[in-house]
């Protein structure tokens, strides 16, 4: 008992701690949040494009590598592609539904880790009033305290999933193939622990 007394002495003065690390809340930087997505235009190109506004946060144990909540919102309106009048029809009932489905939704439910810093993120996608379940492979790009402006700790992610739209009930132009089924989401983003 002397001894176990002792050490847990030298662990305080030592500035150890006895109790594990405690999960935190991130929230994602919007300046530095990237949605964007690729599909397939009558078959000669991917068509590049993205939502300009999006938000998220989760709660997180590095230590245990445990993710205990997460989610993230895209505002549906925000979709740009460099092409006015494609923007306005990918907002309208065709696509997007943007004024009836405003938010498009992804809830985060288990982290399942490969490596240090990889894994499958698993969660639902809400989109079209339709929710269904989704993967994305993560890859933790960097942890460490941001070297200027807010110098906080960050963590920067990126993710990769393929989506089939008609699963979410959008099936404009697929019959003909004038616009691919699978369409690939991509994000990328800084996280400040808060």
């Known amino acids: 008992m002397k001894n ?55 709660v997180w144990d590095e230590d245990a590598n445990e993710l205990h909540s997460g989610e993230v919102v895209i505002q549906a309106d925000s979709v740009f592609t460099n092409h006015d009048r494609r923007d306005r029809h990918l907002r309208s009932g065709d696509f997007l539904h943007a004024r009836r489905h405003g938010a498009i939704r992804f809830e985060a439910t288990h982290w399942e880790p490969r490596e240090e810093n990889s894994g499958t993120l698993r969660g639902e996608l809400s989109l079209l009033g339709q929710t269904h379940p989704v993967d994305l492979d993560v890859t933790i790009n960097r942890r460490a305290e941001y070297p200027f402006g807010h110098e906080e700790y960050t963590v920067g992610m990126s993710a990769r999933t393929t989506i089939q739209r008609s699963q ?25 622990a808060r």
């Open 4 to 58: 176990l007394c002792t050490w847990l002495s030298a662990s305080a003065l030592l500035g150890f701690s006895l109790a594990q690390a405690e999960p935190r809340e991130f929230e994602i930087d919007p300046e530095h949040f990237s949605v964007g997505f690729l599909v397939s235009h009558i078959g000669y190109k991917q068509q590049l494009g993205m939502f300009r506004e999006a938000e998220g946060h989760f």
């Open 168 to 192: 979410w009930g959008m099936s404009y132009a697929l019959e003909d193939g004038l616009v691919g089924d699978d369409v690939e989401l991509i994000l990328e983003f800084e996280a400040i």
